[in-house]
């Protein structure tokens, strides 16, 4: 049994495969059918840290800065950000979106002909910028220029499948400040003689980015390039490499991961709100200006967050999200046969579609 007290234990949900098969359409897999894999029981991971041991040191990315996606047109670009609940400004010739009362850009969009990611940027843990030299070393991975339309600063690299990464030597801007929510629910009682509907929709917008997950056709690669030499740890998993979950140590359960693909690609980005009304106060907003109808409103399973999707213009998705599992170095990692919703209504057909264009050699 593994370590982790009262952590969920993967063969509570074995059986499930079903369900997942059912209501989760994976169109651009391209692994093993689900007949060969519904009488697979699920199995724990090593346990990568020992609770009462410190970490390896190896945790160098401290969390995921910003995002950068080629598109289109900008001003398109613009006007859905905003709608979300980003604020824009132009920067360095390029469209950046920010979350109201955060100082850390968050998107960062390109003109190009077709929609496709251009960059992801991390941030690193203090005084680690040397020991991700060293593994980058190690690991025979160059240090490039940095890519038309993105900053100079911090150090630049390709990962397995290409996609340029910017590692920058700072400290992630502090999220905007949110009200204690207090609740009545299960056995807890917490708020007397307030009237929570008066304010439960003041504060509805982005705080801060807080993870994205990235198409791959090759996910064991990824995932071992981004844990060995980049030093995120394992969350959990779907269906062995379906969809791998990424942490950068204690904090939110997963910053970044990988759903299997035929190719790379964007898949969606994810920002915290403070509330599970603010979640639906941001779909009905959506809805109210004419964007197309999303998937949500939900809770995940792997994570536990309240989630709401909407499509954005180029075929990939943006993410509300509140209530995210918070894990430490006493995690276990699981690998899991479940659908990827506790409840709500299933993903549209659309979901796992990778609408990028295969990329050709750079
Ligand atoms: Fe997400």
New binding site residues.
């Given amino acids: 049994m593994p370590e982790g007290g009262d952590q969920p234990q993967p063969r509570q949900h074995a059986g499930r495969l079903g369900d997942l098969t059912a209501q989760y359409p994976v169109p651009n897999h391209p692994g093993v059918p689900p007949s060969q894999t519904a009488g697979r029981v699920s199995k724990l991971y090593a346990v990568f840290t020992v609770c009462s041991l410190p970490a390896k040191g190896k945790a160098v990315i401290s969390g995921l800065h910003h995002y950068a996606l080629e598109v289109p047109d900008l001003s398109v670009a613009e006007g859905f950000l905003q709608d979300f609940g980003l604020e824009t400004g132009e920067k360095d010739g390029s469209l950046v979106a920010m979350c109201p009362g955060r100082q850390q850009e968050q998107v960062r969009l390109v003109e190009a002909p077709a929609k496709r990611l251009h960059h992801v940027t991390f941030t690193l843990r203090p005084g680690t910028n040397d020991a991700v030299r060293e593994a980058l070393e190690r690991s025979g991975t160059p240090v490039i220029e940095p890519p038309p339309g993105a900053t100079e600063d911090g150090l630049w690299l390709r990962d397995p499948d290409g996609t340029a990464v910017q590692l920058l030597d700072e400290p992630q801007a502090p999220a905007r400040p949110a009200a204690e929510v207090l609740v009545n629910m299960g056995g807890t009682r917490q708020r007397f003689d307030v009237a929570q509907w008066r304010t439960a929709t003041e504060d509805v917008l982005p705080r801060r980015l807080g993870?994205s997950?990235l198409f791959t056709a090759q996910p064991a690669r990824m995932t071992d390039f981004y844990t060995q030499v980049l030093g995120l740890r394992v969350s959990d998993t779907i269906h062995h490499d379906l969809v791998t979950f990424l942490n950068a140590g204690p904090g939110d359960h997963h910053i970044f991961g990988f759903i299997s693909s035929t190719h790379r690609g964007f898949h969606?980005a994810?920002f915290e709100v403070p509330s599970i009304d603010a979640i639906a106060v941001g779909a009905d907003r959506m809805r109210a200006k004419g964007h197309q109808t999303g998937w949500g409103l939900g809770r995940h399973t792997i994570g536990s967050n309240f989630?709401h999707y909407n499509p954005d213009p180029w075929g990939s998705w943006i993410?509300w999200?509140s209530d995210i599992d918070q894990i430490d170095d006493c995690w276990v990692a699981g690998d899991w046969d479940v659908p990827p919703h506790l409840w709500g209504t299933p993903p549209p057909e659309t979901f796992l579609a990778n609408s990028e264009p295969t990329p050709t050699k750079e």
């Fill in positions: 993870h997950l969606h994810s989630f993410e999200f």
